[in-house]
């Protein structure tokens, strides 16, 4: 077993602010599964209106982190912040109203079975506006054909393939024009130019919508094409952040081992 | 000693476990939270209604026809044909008829349940129901229980009206022992409204938890999908037994003291 210190030997905790406030902050956040220790002491700002990556290893808690932003996990200690307001202190009834400001892409789409398509990115739209069918459906076709499904509205989710199911979930994620939108994964499970056409249209829409972007993956190439503001994230701390630029240009080896995708270097099979 | 008190203890906290959540849906249906979601009750209901009741009623009709046929060829080589009717009556609205219904509502409904739940819990479909700011105890559980309330008893006295037909076709058509009238008479003698409230309500109780079990164990279902084949097991087995545990206190309460046959001793 390795020392508290060979454990976080690489992590410098170096973040070089991007000049903006943190729309996100997670501080001194600790969260464990039984004896599996998932978030150590993780302390991580997103700034607010970028599009920002959350770089690690698989199973270092990264879609762990994104259920504490919307409050579907707790921290055993630390504070979730976002826009100044505490998560874990919020009552039922506030979380439910204060997750609207959210767009939340899960990893494999978590589209709903029994609904077609269209239904599914109507879902929203019905739950929480009062608006007719006419006006969901100008939305609704609209999103869908910005993400490249106009005419797909009528399928089953398992009637499509995976990146089109990641699509129509992004189109339901954006379909109340959230101010925070959270993408877990976009492009596992996708061939490179599927990955490389999805990233171009998360920029598209970043740039048509603003907003608070917060992307999860481990793919090197979707950072380099979207990422504004990076995060590395291993054991469940940050080894480094700060705007994507300075990342690639880091001297830490870690850092410089994960972004360029060798085998050599700090982080080994375990 | 610590190994074998291991499980017991696992048994109460998962019981308690249960019935904080049964509480909570009961609350929810019984708050008029789940009225926000009538259009999933009903669409749950018609789900129900489209495909679970035939096969409700066609186990319930042929336990009723095993009743008939039973009761007319024990009472025949008794020497009491005439009573065939009090065994149909009794068998049918008091035990076999409750408990059938109660094995095909777990077996079909019950774990239906439990899989779709569950395939929701695991493709992370609830916690996208949450995200949207929807409360998915009430939306996928409470709808479910209200819309089983609503389409059930029906089902149910709709199935006892089968199985008596089935219990007098296998008596005075097939087994021909007794005359038509004379079945009806001893068929109704031995039975009286308040029999088939407590009938209905044991049925309705033994629905009431069935559903709630299928939502228990598909709601937190984990571990994938073989996750979810173990929890449709369990929710199986805790169903079963509790069918029967209810079928058991029913009749004691209900008809434990009945002077027409007083059975609790
Ligand atoms: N609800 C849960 N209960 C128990 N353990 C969990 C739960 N959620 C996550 N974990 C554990 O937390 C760890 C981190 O999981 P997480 O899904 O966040 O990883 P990840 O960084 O998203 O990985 P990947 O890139 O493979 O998606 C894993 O070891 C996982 O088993
Ligand atoms: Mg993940």
Redesign the pocket.
Same mark, same amino acid.
């Given at each position: 077993m390795a020392t508290v210190e060979q454990q976080f030997e690489w992590h410098s905790g170096k973040n070089r602010s991007a000049g903006v406030p943190d729309a996100i902050e997670f501080i001194d956040v600790y969260k464990s599964?039984g004896s599996?220790k =998932?978030l150590q002491g993780l302390n991580m700002g997103l700034p607010e209106g970028m599009i920002s990556m959350i770089l *690690?290893p698989? *199973?270092?808690?990264?879609? =762990?982190?994104i259920k504490h932003i919307v409050g579907l996990l707790y921290p055993d200690s630390g504070d979730v912040v976002v826009h100044g307001q505490s998560v874990p202190s919020l009552s039922d009834a506030e979380l439910f109203e204060f997750r609207r400001q959210f767009g939340v892409l899960f990893?494999d789409g978590a589209l709903f079975g029994s609904l077609n398509l269209y239904d599914n990115v109507a879902f929203p739209l019905r739950q929480h506006t009062e608006k007719g069918e006419e006006e969901i459906a100008e939305i609704v076709n609209r999103r869908l054909r910005e993400v490249g499904l106009g005419d797909a509205g009528q399928k089953m989710p398992n009637e499509l393939s995976g990146g089109m199911r990641k699509r129509a979930g992004f189109a339901r994620a954006l379909v109340l024009d959230p101010q925070i939108v959270l993408f877990d994964?976009p492009d596992s499970g996708l061939d490179p130019v599927r990955t490389a056409l999805l990233c171009e249209l998360i920029k598209e829409i970043h740039a048509e919508n603003g907003g608070t972007y917060v992307v999860?993956t481990?793919d090197i190439m979707s950072a380099r094409r979207v990422a504004e503001y990076i995060a590395v994230l291993w054991r469940g701390r940050i080894v480094e952040a700060g705007l994507a630029q300075d990342l690639f240009d880091s001297e830490n080896p870690f850092v410089k081992q994960f972004l360029s995708g060798e085998s050599a270097g700090p982080l080994g099979m375990e | 000693m610590n190994e074998l008190l291991a499980m017991p203890r696992e048994w109460l906290s998962a019981a308690g476990e249960i019935g904080r959540f049964m509480g909570t849906v009961l609350s929810d249906v019984f708050g008029a939270r789940v009225l926000r979601f009538s259009g999933e009750t009903l669409r749950q209901a018609g789900i129900l209604i489209i495909s679970s009741t035939l096969i409700i009623w066609a186990l319930m009709f042929v336990l009723g026809l095993e009743c008939g046929i039973e009761g007319a060829y024990f009472l025949e080589a008794q020497g009491a044909p005439a009573y065939s009717g009090v065994f149909a009556a009794w068998c049918d609205l008091r035990e076999i008829i409750p408990y059938a219904f109660g094995y095909m509502l777990a077996a079909k409904v019950g774990t239906g349940i439990v899989a779709e739940l569950g395939a929701m819990r695991i493709s992370d479909e609830i916690d996208a129901l949450e995200v949207m700011g929807v409360d998915s105890m009430v939306f996928l559980c409470a709808t479910r229980l209200l819309g089983s309330w609503l389409v059930l008893p029906f089902v149910y006295i709709a199935g006892i009206g089968g199985a008596f037909l089935a219990s007098y076709i296998a008596v005075v058509q097939q087994v021909g022992v007794v005359s038509s009238g004379g079945f009806e008479l001893i068929f109704w003698e031995f039975q009286n409204p308040t029999d088939f409230l407590f009938s209905l309500t044991k049925a309705m109780v033994m629905a009431t938890v069935i559903v709630l079990v299928g939502c228990y164990y598909g709601y937190n279902a984990?571990g994938g999908p073989v996750g979810v084949g173990t929890a449709t097991a369990k929710s199986m087995v805790l169903n079963l037994v509790l069918v029967h545990l209810i079928g058991m206190m029913g009749t004691q309460i209900f008809w434990g003291q009945s002077p027409k046959a007083p059975i609790g001793g």
């Amino acid at each position: 077993m390795a020392t508290v210190e060979q454990q976080f030997e690489w992590h410098s905790g170096k973040n070089r602010s991007a000049g903006v406030p943190d729309a996100i902050e997670f501080i001194d956040v600790y969260k464990s599964f039984g004896s599996n220790k =998932v978030l150590q002491g993780l302390n991580m700002g997103l700034p607010e209106g970028m599009i920002s990556m959350i770089l *690690g290893p698989s *199973g270092t808690g990264k879609s =762990v982190c994104i259920k504490h932003i919307v409050g579907l996990l707790y921290p055993d200690s630390g504070d979730v912040v976002v826009h100044g307001q505490s998560v874990p202190s919020l009552s039922d009834a506030e979380l439910f109203e204060f997750r609207r400001q959210f767009g939340v892409l899960f990893q494999d789409g978590a589209l709903f079975g029994s609904l077609n398509l269209y239904d599914n990115v109507a879902f929203p739209l019905r739950q929480h506006t009062e608006k007719g069918e006419e006006e969901i459906a100008e939305i609704v076709n609209r999103r869908l054909r910005e993400v490249g499904l106009g005419d797909a509205g009528q399928k089953m989710p398992n009637e499509l393939s995976g990146g089109m199911r990641k699509r129509a979930g992004f189109a339901r994620a954006l379909v109340l024009d959230p101010q925070i939108v959270l993408f877990d994964e976009p492009d596992s499970g996708l061939d490179p130019v599927r990955t490389a056409l999805l990233c171009e249209l998360i920029k598209e829409i970043h740039a048509e919508n603003g907003g608070t972007y917060v992307v999860i993956t481990h793919d090197i190439m979707s950072a380099r094409r979207v990422a504004e503001y990076i995060a590395v994230l291993w054991r469940g701390r940050i080894v480094e952040a700060g705007l994507a630029q300075d990342l690639f240009d880091s001297e830490n080896p870690f850092v410089k081992q994960f972004l360029s995708g060798e085998s050599a270097g700090p982080l080994g099979m375990e | 000693m610590n190994e074998l008190l291991a499980m017991p203890r696992e048994w109460l906290s998962a019981a308690g476990e249960i019935g904080r959540f049964m509480g909570t849906v009961l609350s929810d249906v019984f708050g008029a939270r789940v009225l926000r979601f009538s259009g999933e009750t009903l669409r749950q209901a018609g789900i129900l209604i489209i495909s679970s009741t035939l096969i409700i009623w066609a186990l319930m009709f042929v336990l009723g026809l095993e009743c008939g046929i039973e009761g007319a060829y024990f009472l025949e080589a008794q020497g009491a044909p005439a009573y065939s009717g009090v065994f149909a009556a009794w068998c049918d609205l008091r035990e076999i008829i409750p408990y059938a219904f109660g094995y095909m509502l777990a077996a079909k409904v019950g774990t239906g349940i439990v899989a779709e739940l569950g395939a929701m819990r695991i493709s992370d479909e609830i916690d996208a129901l949450e995200v949207m700011g929807v409360d998915s105890m009430v939306f996928l559980c409470a709808t479910r229980l209200l819309g089983s309330w609503l389409v059930l008893p029906f089902v149910y006295i709709a199935g006892i009206g089968g199985a008596f037909l089935a219990s007098y076709i296998a008596v005075v058509q097939q087994v021909g022992v007794v005359s038509s009238g004379g079945f009806e008479l001893i068929f109704w003698e031995f039975q009286n409204p308040t029999d088939f409230l407590f009938s209905l309500t044991k049925a309705m109780v033994m629905a009431t938890v069935i559903v709630l079990v299928g939502c228990y164990y598909g709601y937190n279902a984990s571990g994938g999908p073989v996750g979810v084949g173990t929890a449709t097991a369990k929710s199986m087995v805790l169903n079963l037994v509790l069918v029967h545990l209810i079928g058991m206190m029913g009749t004691q309460i209900f008809w434990g003291q009945s002077p027409k046959a007083p059975i609790g001793g």
